[in-house]
């Protein structure tokens, strides 16, 4: 396939990401055109597990992923129990807590079902222009802004 349509097609897949909404078209090429990948994971295969050290960011284009968390009891000490979380569905972005920390990863994320999803890596994210870096970033930080909310929120109906 030539580079034409690899980039044709990727436009495709994000022009409805809603990450995506507020790039100009410009944007979403220099997007296309970077060394970020597009990946398909089967059914139960693992795109994230707790622990690792890498610092990929991830925007689900098809699919659903589920967001687990391993949890250690007394009976569980060897194997710790994986327990789902989230589910996330198109558009979702995840891995961005090790992207901005560079920490290990607070949590494991599997394709449910068959999952495509756009992976920017931490190298090539630091290697891309200013100004694009700076949009990301702060859809970045929206998002987080909007986790925590639903986060004070999912307290609150729980204290009720």
């Given at each position: ?45 693992n ?77 090539m ?11 990301v ?24």
């Amino acid at each position: 396939m030539e580079k034409g349509q690899i980039l044709g097609q990727l436009l495709e897949l994000i022009k409805d990401v809603p990450f995506f909404k507020t790039f100009t078209m410009a944007e979403r090429c220099y997007l296309a055109s970077t060394e970020c990948e597009v990946v398909r994971y089967l059914a139960n295969e693992n795109i994230i597990n707790e622990g690792d050290r890498d610092s990929a960011l991830y925007i689900l284009l098809r699919g659903e992923v589920g967001v687990t968390k391993n949890m250690i009891s007394p009976d569980s000490l060897k194997k710790p129990k994986r327990i789902l979380v989230a589910k996330l569905s198109m558009g979702a972005v995840f891995g961005e807590i090790s992207l901005i920390s560079k920490s290990a990863r607070t949590s494991g994320v599997h394709a449910i079902g068959e999952a495509i999803v756009l992976k920017m890596d931490g190298i090539m994210f630091e290697k891309m222009e200013p100004q694009f870096k700076s949009k990301v970033q702060a859809q970045l930080i929206n998002l987080l802004i909007k986790r925590l909310d639903d986060m004070n929120n999912q307290i609150i109906d729980l204290v009720r």
